[in-house]
């Protein structure tokens, strides 16, 4: 099995079906096609997204419903084409595609998640991209009250 | 904020070598052109927002502070990581 050196947890021995592709990269990071998520059991909640190439790069994240139990997907008829899902509507959550927002936190525990530009990734095909919304429903600062998030997703 | 009122068709000079024109307008939104000398970076600004919180996202959690977040999380120092 093939490791990688990860930001925070040493080095992760990982499948290769369990490998994401991002043919776009994320903004800022453009480079970046490989991703892999770590989990901590202990905290299911929290999802780590670790860059295959380089181990400095490692986004924690929330599920959208985390953050907003209420959320609603609005993924752009282009970025559906990109990530192989049908054009016509969104997704389901769980089944189709899992929905993370990216956290920053300013200090230890005082944390917004964006909600404005959430994570999606295709579970069948591995695919993943930023769908930035189209709309102005949701903030790119949401703020999470702790790291201790009350709902499951 | 300068506030101007354009319809469709017409444009807006901004200095002296970019040129904003109102294609069409719809109930979806505006249509807009843009002609600006190349070296003129055109940019949807949630692009510009998505790519500095990537940017704050990758870069304001150091080791030591993940750690201490978890272990008051968790109530101990043994984190199991698992990769799905």
Known sequence: MPSIATKYFGVLAYREEAVFEFPRGL?????EHRFVLIEIPENATLVFLQSLRQPELCFLAFPVLVADREYRLAVSREDL?????DRGRQPTLGSEVVVLA???????FSATANLMAPIVLNLKTLRGLQ??????L?????SIQSLRPEAAC | MLVLRR????????????EVEVLAITAQGAKIGIRAPRKTVVLRKELKITRQQNEAAAHGLTRAD??????KLRGSSHIEPSLR
């Open chain 1, 138 to 142: 949701y903030s790119h600062q949401h």
């Open chain 1, 81 to 85: 084409e990109a990530l192989d899902l």
């Open chain 1, 102 to 108: 990216l956290v920053s936190l300013q200090d230890g």
């Open chain 2, 7 to 18: 319809r469709a068709g017409e444009s807006l000079l901004i200095g002296d070598d970019v």
């Open chain 2, 66 to 71: 993940l750690k201490q977040a978890l272990e």
């Open chain 1, 27 to 31: 903004p800022a990071f453009e480079e």
């Open chain 1, 131 to 136: 769908a930035i919304r189209q709309d102005n």
